[in-house]
């Protein structure tokens, strides 16, 4: 007697989808590619997918890592099975939350909840920026508003995502002035103050019995040969200070005689 046989090709179970890694808010994902229809999608524990047509809920799913597995139904089925990720989408929201801030020091960022940085980056080039870290050198700055950006790039299945945050430097007082040594007596104001409002006084105090006027820099009552250190303090947002001597100098002595009174 006699018989047939036939050799059966073992079914094809390759699926693709559009990518191997999707984004928390990019949508529902269906296979793109079946090779073999009418089998079975499952997936690991946690996935939540439509066993007929591999649909992926992404957002019940949940951020983490899943193995796909592809069953197909024919007489040589075989399967196949893909890991895909899940990832949160980038949120680049920061701000500079001490803002405004003094020309010194080093300004940092503040995320938002969830947030990342990328890329950060200022247009007018006169603001002292880490691109990676966001950070501003504060005394490297120029004084302003600026606006900078923080650039998250597309990646991992998700859309890019910027932000925007003002900050805004102010110009540190200018605590110059100038004395000139004086006459015992005479008139000794500082001039050339660069920022009025200030306060002067002694650096350190000798205790000789002198006063300063705190408003003028005016030294009164000062003791001849004695050389003074004021320091002025400005009182501006963002004070400075500066020192500088005087020293009050004695009267010179015009006495003089004469033998007799009567010649």
Do not use: K, R
Not at 22 to 39: I, R, S
Not at 233 to 259: E, K, N, R
């Amino acid at each position: 007697s006699t018989q047939t046989v036939t050799t059966l090709a073992i079914d094809d179970p390759t699926f693709t989808y559009a990518s191997a890694t999707f984004c928390l808010t990019g949508g529902n994902q269906l296979p793109t590619t079946v090779a073999t229809a009418g089998g079975i999608f499952t997936g690991s524990a946690g996935l939540s997918i439509n066993s007929s047509t591999g649909e992926i809920d992404v957002a019940i799913t949940g951020i983490g890592s899943y193995d796909v597995t592809y069953t197909t139904a024919g007489s040589c089925p075989d399967d196949l099975t893909l890991t895909i990720d899940i990832t949160a989408s980038p949120d680049a929201t920061f701000s500079y939350a001490s803002s405004p801030y003094c020309q010194s020091g080093t300004a940092t960022i503040t995320f938002g909840p969830g947030a990342s940085g990328g890329v950060f980056s200022e247009a007018t080039g006169d603001l002292s920026i880490n691109a990676s870290t966001g950070e501003v050198d504060l005394s490297g700055s120029v004084a302003g508003v600026y606006t900078v950006m923080n650039d998250i790039a597309a990646s991992g299945g998700c859309a890019a995502a910027n932000s925007s945050a003002s900050i805004e430097v102010i110009a540190t007082d200018d605590p110059a002035f100038t004395l000139t040594d004086y006459c015992d007596g005479s008139a000794n104001s500082a001039t050339g103050i660069a920022t009025g409002g200030g306060v002067f006084s002694f650096d350190p105090d000798l205790g000789d019995g002198s006063t300063v006027d705190g408003s003028t820099g005016e030294i009164t009552s000062g003791v001849a040969g004695t050389t003074y250190t004021l320091e002025y303090v400005t009182a501006g947002v963002c004070p400075d200070s500066s020192t500088q001597t005087v020293t009050t100098l004695a009267i010179d002595d015009p006495t003089f005689t004469y033998a007799s009174a009567t010649f």
